[in-house]
C-alpha cells in the first residue's frame, strides 16, 4: 500500500507540475523554466503515435480489354480448411465460373461463350503467372495477349481480353468460384468484360498456391 501511495502522489506531482508550466506562473523562474523544458521534450497526447492500421490490399483496374481483380479475406477457418485440404479441383471451380458467366450474360440478353482449348491453356498458363507477378504484365515484362505467341497457344484473333482475380482459399471449390465471380460481378471494369456483346469464346484458368487461389478468364472472338 506503501509503493501505491508513493506512485500516485508522485504521478499527482508530475501532473500539478505540468499543470503549472502550462499556465506560466512560474514563468522566469528557475523552477518554471525546467517545467517548460520538459513540456517541450515531452510529446502532447495528441501527438502520440497511432499503432491502429487498416491496410487496404485490393487492386482494381478498369479497363475495357483487360481487367484485374484481388479479393482478400481474413477469416479463422481459412487455415483449418486449408490444413484439411491440400488439393484443389480446379475443373469444379473453373466450371461453376463459366456457369455462372454464361447465366449473366443470358439475363442481359447476350450470346453464351463457348469453351476453346487455346484460350484454356493461355489461361491455366496466365493463372500461374499471377503467383509469380499479379498483374497484366507478364513476369517476363511483356502484355498478356502475348501469351498467343507461345508454342502451341497461337490463336488469331479479333478482339481478346483477361480478367484476373485472386482469394484467400478458406471455402469449397463451389464457394470459391462463386466468392471469384461475384468480385468481378461488383467491379465495374470487370463486370463490363464480362457482359461485352463481341465475345464469343472464354478460356477459364485456376491456379492455387497453397495460400491464394488464383483465377484467370481469357476471352476472345478469333479471325
Do not use: C
Amino acid at each position: 500500500m506503501k509503493v501505491i501511495r508513493k506512485l500516485i502522489t508522485l504521478l499527482l506531482a508530475i501532473l500539478f507540475g505540468f499543470w503549472l508550466a502550462t499556465t506560466g506562473i512560474l514563468h522566469g523562474t528557475i523552477v518554471g523554466d525546467w517545467l517548460e523544458t520538459i513540456v517541450n521534450i515531452v510529446p502532447s497526447p495528441n501527438e502520440w503515435p497511432n499503432f491502429s492500421t487498416v491496410t487496404d490490399k485490393s487492386l482494381d483496374i478498369s479497363d475495357s480489354s483487360d481487367q484485374l481483380s484481388t479479393i482478400e479475406k481474413s477469416d479463422q477457418s481459412a487455415s483449418s480448411y486449408q490444413s484439411e485440404s491440400s488439393e484443389v479441383d480446379y475443373q469444379i471451380v473453373e466450371e461453376r465460373i463459366f456457369i455462372l458467366l454464361n447465366d449473366l450474360r443470358e439475363e442481359q440478353g447476350l450470346n453464351s461463350l463457348k469453351k476453346n482449348n487455346i484460350l484454356k491453356k493461355a489461361a491455366d498458363l496466365r493463372a500461374q503467372e499471377t503467383e509469380v507477378s499479379f498483374s497484366h504484365t507478364r513476369p517476363n515484362g511483356k502484355n498478356p495477349f502475348t501469351i498467343f505467341e507461345e508454342n502451341g497457344l497461337a490463336y488469331p484473333y479479333r478482339v481478346v481480353g483477361e480478367n484476373l482475380g485472386m482469394a484467400t482459399y478458406y471455402l469449397d471449390e463451389k464457394e470459391m468460384a462463386e466468392l471469384l465471380f461475384n468480385g468481378w460481378v461488383e467491379s465495374e471494369g470487370h463486370y463490363e468484360n464480362m457482359i461485352r456483346p463481341d465475345y464469343e469464346e472464354i478460356g477459364i484458368g485456376v491456379h492455387y498456391d497453397g495460400e491464394f487461389l488464383y483465377a484467370t478468364q481469357m476471352f476472345g472472338t478469333p479471325m
